[in-house]
């Protein structure tokens, strides 16, 4: 991979991880738990929970995204090898790159 990608690369992956990180901020701000007394009705606050819910595992796939782009980080400076198949070892196309830094594997492997 050539020197002016990787940073490219980087910029975008550094990006992704800023989004995320906001994202999780305000995903978090929404899983305050509900108080029992609250004026807003039985209905309501089940439909709240369930919102939650939803909210709380949009959280845990934000994070383990943050986690795989923060490998990826480090994998461009010190991996000779990446931007490489791990199953076939052909080049994995920039353009895959760029939309998913954390692939590892080309389109016809990872299916
Ligand atoms: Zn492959």
Redesign the pocket.
Known sequence: MKDKQKVELNKKIKNEIETLKRTVEELKETIDPVAPDDAIGRLSRLDTMLNQGINKSSISQSLDRIMKLGNALIRIDEDPFFGE?Q????QIPFARLIALPESR??V??AE
């Open positions: 198949c199953e076939c070892g052909e594997f080309c016809d492997c």
